[in-house]
T-cell receptor
Framework: EAEVAQSPRYKITEKSQAVAFWCDPISGHATLYWYRQILGQGPELLVQFQDESVVDDSQLPKDRFSAERLKGVDSTLKIQPAELGDSAMYLC??????????????FGSGTRLTVV | AQSVTQPDIHITVSEGASLELRCNYSYGATPYLFWYVQSPGQGLQLLLK??????LVQGIKGFEAEFKRSQSSFNLRKPSVHWSDAAEYFC??????????????FGKGTHLIIQP
């Protein structure tokens, strides 16, 4: 079964440092999402890509977060500088452009970020 | 704006007993509704989804959910729970248009505890 790949699985970083997460969606999925899940809460959408274009980044803290999907395939989410409040699980998901009724949004296993 | 409410933060059920997790949504059009399950430190696994048609949806692991438009609800049920069902359960609402699938809006989750 196809999976969304994310790395690293865990990341510990000091505050004010830069950190990056990587996501490889299911092959052929045009839409890619990054979510942040704070402990004890549901995931919240940070950014949505359609191929290489950003469709929605209204909830992305743009002063410190950036996301790119240069070739419309894999994606990187960066935080610089990291703050203590950024400690969370960062989830990537993908979905196909068409035929959504045959699929669901598929999530990766996430990256657990701890900022110390 | 769309929203999802999961009224129960925690639910405790005895093994073998029936289960119902509540979900209410607010959305201005026909919603696409999902239930996901998350084990500690893991990503989200899709249990079931509703797009249209039959309002009773069957999912994996013996779960089912019923869409009730008049009550704006999409409650998750299972006739007999197993200890392995202990996890966090998230209800989510999304929208799909010709341009693709928008990011999901999640509820805050219900933590399911199974008593032996």
């Amino acid at each position: 079964e196809a999976e969304v790949a994310q790395s690293p699985r865990y990341k510990i970083t000091e505050k004010s440092q830069a950190v990056a997460f990587w996501c490889d969606p299911i092959s052929g999925h045009a839409t890619l999402y990054w979510y942040r899940q704070i402990l004890g809460q549901g995931p919240e959408l940070l950014v949505q890509f359609q191929d290489e274009s950003v469709v929605d980044d209204s909830q992305l803290p743009k002063d410190r977060f950036s996301a790119e999907r240069l070739k419309g395939v894999d994606s990187t989410l960066k935080i610089q500088p990291a703050e203590l409040g950024d400690s969370a699980m960062y989830l990537c998901a993908s979905s196909p452009l068409t035929g959504i009724s045959s699929y669901g949004y598929t999530f990766g296993s996430g990256t657990r970020l701890t900022v110390v | 704006a769309q929203s999802v409410t999961q009224p129960d933060i925690h639910i405790t059920v005895s093994e073998g007993a029936s289960l119902e997790l509540r979900c209410n949504y607010s959305y201005g059009a026909t919603p696409y509704l999902f239930w996901y399950v998350q084990s500690p430190g893991q990503g989200l696994q899709l249990l079931l989804k509703y797009f249209s048609g039959d309002t009773l949806v069957q999912g994996i692991k013996g779960f089912e959910a019923e869409f009730k438009r008049s009550q704006s609800s999409f409650n998750l049920r299972k006739p007999s729970v197993h200890w392995s069902d202990a996890a966090e359960y998230f209800c989510a609402v999304g929208r799909y248009s010709g341009g693709g699938a928008d990011g999901l809006t999640f509820g805050k989750g219900t933590h399911l505890i199974i008593q032996p």
